[in-house]
């Protein structure tokens, strides 16, 4: 297999099918690794990564922190609240501080768009996009293509209908690219207020504005949560009137009932899902949990050169 031709993961934009399919087989070769700390690989020893994290976040965090740990990197956490940025420190100094203390990888997430692409041309060391503003969130993309991969074999037509607030989404931005790299058919669900305008034109999906006309057409409904922190306030009436329309609760397996459900978390319960749908047998949201930190020790050790 050739080596992998990359550096960075800022977003699924740069990565062509072999790329993402070479991430997918190292995962899988991780996956006996993920969930214990009694096998620890070698992999990346000697390396250090730094997670970097601007916004809240539970999933991406620790599954970052734990694929580096079982490869034997050394991780530091750096706190932004509490650093020198509180004294005007600017991001790019901090971030060259943290290369010049011998940094192997950078796993940032930001509120800013784009945030990665500018650090990159300014450190020499890999540079990670934990998920940028609304713009991409790539792991996410991957762990939840790896896990389509794993149960279904492969991507090729398959229907992946993308539910809810599209609009201010990475997770909805970073799958529609990577779905369609595979050949799988896409489409999105949900209020008009929450889709961005021309989307089918765009993005190359179907557009539904009928969550039934979606669950029937779709093999896989990916449920995404209002992202209240970007939202602007009035673009849904209220979160009841959304649950009433746009709620994915087990009515949907009465108008498909082979339909799987995926959520990328965290879950608002009673808003976008039910916890009956979210603990049933055609939920994969564990399993991309799991996935996480295998995708995870496989980006981190294609990039480092492990
Ligand atoms: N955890 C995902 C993200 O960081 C999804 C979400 O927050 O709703 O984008």
Redesign the pocket.
């Known amino acids: 297999m050739t080596a992998f031709q990359h550096r960075h993961l800022l977003g699924i934009e740069d990565l062509s099918r072999a790329d993402v399919e070479q991430i997918f087989h190292r995962a899988e070769a991780y996956l006996p690794y993920c969930r214990s700390a009694l096998y620890r690989l070698a992999d990346l020893r000697g390396k250090t990564v730094v997670l970097a994290f601007f ?1 809240p ?1 539970t ?2 965090r620790v599954s970052f922190e734990l694929a580096a740990r079982r490869l034997s990197a050394d991780v530091v956490s750096f706190q932004a609240l509490g650093s020198s940025l509180a004294k005007g420190e600017s991001l790019l100094d901090t971030v060259q501080t943290l290369e010049a203390m011998g940094m192997d990888a950078l796993v940032i ?1 930001h509120p800013a768009a784009g945030i990665s692409w500018l650090l990159r041309e300014h450190v020499s060391c890999s540079i990670i996009n934990a ?1 940028d503003g609304q713009h991409e ?1 790539p792991t ?1 993309a991957l762990l939840d293509g790896f896990t389509l991969w794993r149960h279904f074999g492969q991507l090729q037509g398959l229907r992946v209908c993308l539910i809810g607030d599209i609009l201010h ?3 909805a931005r970073s799958n529609i690219a990577l779905l369609h790299l595979f050949g799988a058919e896409v489409g999105v669900c949900g209020p008009l207020t929450l889709i961005p305008r021309n989307v089918e034109q765009i993005f190359g999906v179907r557009l539904f504005t009928d969550l039934q006309e979606a669950v029937r057409w779709a093999d896989v409904l990916n449920v ?2 209002l ?1 209240w922190e970007r939202m602007e306030s009035g673009l849904v009436p209220s979160v009841e009137e959304y649950h009433r329309w746009f709620g994915i609760t087990a009515r949907v397996f009465e108008w498909k009932a082979d339909v799987w459900i995926m959520h ?3 879950v608002n319960y009673g808003v976008e899902l039910t916890p009956d749908v979210a603990l049933s047998p055609r939920s994969f949201i564990r399993q991309q949990v799991t996935h996480g930190v295998a995708i995870r020790m496989a980006v981190l050790s294609l990039l480092l050169g492990g």
């Open positions: 916004e976040s999933r991406t997430r998920g969130h996410q989404s990475r997770v995404l949560r992202q990328p978390g965290p």
